[in-house]
């Protein structure tokens, strides 16, 4: 018999998983864009602050303060000069050794080599540089000096190849030769590379030989390259951090260190094409640093190489850059700064944003981020939601209806169906028909279930179930059995409704920057989105126009509404909205007009004969005489205004009465977390008759 062995799916992602749950990441998105925000600045937030009721699960917010403390624990590490310190030390050492060995000695010889070690130049460097030939007494000034030349060598190699240091400890003849080997290779491999000769193989060829000396493990040329360049950017950013004189004493340190072990040549050819592959590492910037530890070259390196990877990182996880992305966050810096752990935070986070998209809630539209259609519908639902929530339990309107799309009570009575009927279907009847015209036609035809499937219920005990999967059956009042009458499109009859009276239906929403000044643009884009859902969901058969204005008007829709923001225009142009208004209604001549007006001021721009937008404040004469005229045309079309006032300005009070009377409508002040209670209300309570 075959054995069998079970175990967890590890080829890729499983196959049988259910589709990742973006409901709360959704819905707190649209919570803050229900109280103002734009999509792409909700987003933002919602991935800086982390996961809704994940645990543990850190937000960009979290991560970037994690490695700006970071920073500062590196900045307090010492200071740079450390090399410096040491080399001087080791300097004196040696020239005291020295002149202990000369003092004894009565000698001319002696007080020659004495007056020589006086003229040494203070700067070490030089001094160095002036010993190198020196053929010393003691034998214990010697081996200083040999242990000086020694570490200016290995701290400099290891400010370019992290780890030689450790590796040259042992002053062995032979592994500097190799160093200079390696050092060779590499130079001839870039130049290869900048030929367009260089292939994988002559890259693994080189790890097979000197891959020991590059602890990081590169897996090809460009990796090895980045590496080597930011410890040659961080070297030159070490240089910089010092005063002058420091600055020139520590290059001459380091360029008799490679003088002496007869490296010069190749370093200079190496730090010239790594300068050239990567000039955006920032060369030569300075970077201050407050700690009491000396530093060595290649700590100092090291701790500068790992600051400027920390910058980088800190502007990703930022994302306050135009474009910025979750794919912008360099996984390797997160895990050498952070652990594991974030990497597996920023996983998620990316999860969400990714999702949003995939499944259609999200979308880039020339670098901005929009929510689509779908998404819209949703937050529409949770405005409504948050509206009703605040209605008594009278519940006015019925908007729970689920059978809308029957456009009223049934009469007993039926006709033909007419394409675009949205009556309910008599089954019975279309059945009949079916049958009587296949008996005038002298044949039987077959009832097709996939016609029926969307169509047909059972309607009676007379009349059997036909919808769904199965062989073709026919249908008489008495019953189903094989063969049959094949339905035709005359045959279909509906059932006859009430008719239902449909709402011309425009919100005019002020859209001008005092709105945002009074704390009252998010409560308006609210009840914008909680009107448009009801009127679409609830009363499909009403035709709803959103308008927007400000210094001038424009017909909002759907998609906008969620990313909509207001304008930091002057103007509140009443006037051009109303023209726009009277037009929708004009489309509608059947339908009950409704008009509602959010506004916070009053009218302050008109269009003027040229089509232009004109601003003047106190409100012009024309202004108002303009606006009104529109109120009257209004009136004449039947449509009463209800105005929603969201301040108390003197003026705003005076015009609205003045629209009142002349129009019929009515006018509310209410409180602004309470505008999408009102306006729905009035809405439902005009609907109603």
Not at 381 to 403: C, I, K, N, W, Y
Not at 562 to 582: E, F, R, S, Y
Request: proline share 5%; net charge negative.
């Amino acid at each position: 018999m075959s054995r069998y062995r079970y175990g967890a799916y590890e080829d890729g992602p499983d196959p049988l998983a259910p589709p990742y749950d973006v409901r709360d990441a959704l819905d707190a998105v649209g919570d803050a864009v229900l109280d103002g925000a734009r999509p792409d600045d909700a987003l933002r937030e919602l991935l800086r602050r982390g996961l809704p009721g994940a645990r543990d699960r850190r937000g960009l917010d979290d991560m970037l303060r994690q490695v700006r403390e970071r920073r500062r624990a590196l900045r307090d590490r010492g200071r740079l000069d450390g090399t410096l310190e040491q080399a001087r030390a080791l300097l004196d050492t040696a020239i005291g050794q020295e002149r202990a060995e000369l003092f004894p000695d009565p000698g001319d010889e002696a007080r020659l080599r004495e007056a020589e070690l006086d003229t040494l130049p203070s700067d070490t460097a030089q001094a160095i540089r002036r010993l190198s030939d020196y053929d010393w007494r003691s034998a214990a000034a010697r081996r200083t000096f040999e242990q000086l030349k020694d570490l200016l060598r290995r701290e400099v190699l290891d400010a370019q190849f992290q780890g030689m240091k450790q590796a040259l400890e042992n002053q062995d003849p032979a592994a500097m030769e190799r160093v200079k080997d390696m050092m060779a290779a590499l130079n001839q491999m870039l130049e290869s590379d900048a030929r367009g000769e260089h292939t994988q193989d002559d890259f693994d060829r080189f790890m097979e030989q000197y891959g020991d000396m590059f602890p990081d493990d590169p897996q090809n040329l460009e990796e090895l390259v980045d590496s080597l360049a930011r410890r040659a950017a961080a070297m030159d950013r070490l240089l910089a951090s010092l005063s002058p004189e420091q600055r020139a004493e520590l290059g001459g340190l380091m360029e008799q260190a490679m003088q002496d072990a007869g490296l010069a040549m190749e370093m200079t050819r190496l730090g010239d094409a790594l300068r050239a592959r990567r000039p955006d590492l920032g060369w030569g910037q300075p970077e201050q640093m407050t700690g009491d530890d000396p530093l060595g070259v290649g700590d100092a390196t090291t701790a500068l190489a790992e600051l400027a990877d920390l910058s980088e990182l800190e502007a990703a996880l930022g994302q306050d850059y135009p474009g910025a992305r979750l794919d912008d966050i360099d996984e390797d810096a997160v895990r050498r700064a952070l652990g594991r752990q974030a990497v597996d935070d920023l996983d998620a986070l990316r999860r969400i944003e990714k999702e949003l998209e995939r499944q259609g809630y999200l979308r880039r539209n020339r670098g901005k981020l929009e929510l689509t259609p779908k998404a819209v519908r949703r937050l529409g639902e949770t405005a409504l939601r948050r509206v009703f929530s605040r209605l008594t339990s009278g519940r006015q309107g019925d908007h729970d209806q689920r059978d809308a799309g029957q456009a009223g009570e049934l009469t007993g009575a039926s006709r033909e169906w007419r394409f675009g009927d949205e009556q309910p279907l008599d089954v019975v009847r279309t059945v009949s028909n079916a049958i009587r015209r296949s008996a005038m036609e002298g044949g039987a035809g077959l009832v097709t279930r996939p016609a029926l499937a969307k169509v047909v219920e059972p309607a009676t005990a007379d009349v059997a179930e036909i919808t769904g999967a199965g062989r073709p059956m026919s249908v008489r009042p008495g019953g189903v059995r094989p063969g049959g009458v094949k339905l035709g499109v005359d045959d279909f009859e509906v059932h006859e409704t009430e008719r239902r009276t449909g709402a011309a239906v425009c919100l005019l929403v002020d859209l001008s920057y005092s709105m945002v000044l009074r704390g009252t643009w998010a409560v308006a884009k609210q009840t914008t989105l909680a009107l448009h859902t009801l009127v679409t969901s609830k009363f499909p058969q009403d035709a709803i126009q959103i308008i927007g204005f400000s210094n001038y008007a424009r017909v909002l829709h759907p998609e906008e509404m969620a990313g909509l923001d207001w304008d930091m225009v002057q103007g509140t142009n009443l006037h051009h909205a109303l023209m726009i208004a009277g037009r929708h209604l004009d489309r509608h001549p059947d339908f009950e007009p409704i008009v509602l007006v959010v506004t916070d001021g009053e009218p302050t721009a008109h269009l003027r004969p040229d089509g232009r937008s004109l601003f003047d404040y106190p409100p012009s004469t024309d202004t108002l005489v303009l606006t009104l005229a529109e109120v009257d045309k209004m009136t004449r079309r039947g449509a009463c205004m209800n105005f929603f006032m969201l301040a108390e300005d003197r003026r705003l009070v005076s015009f609205v009465e003045e629209v009142a009377q002349r129009n019929g409508g009515r006018v509310f002040a209410p409180d602004a977390d309470r505008l999408g209670e009102y306006v729905v209300s009035d809405y439902l309570r005009v609907r109603r008759g």
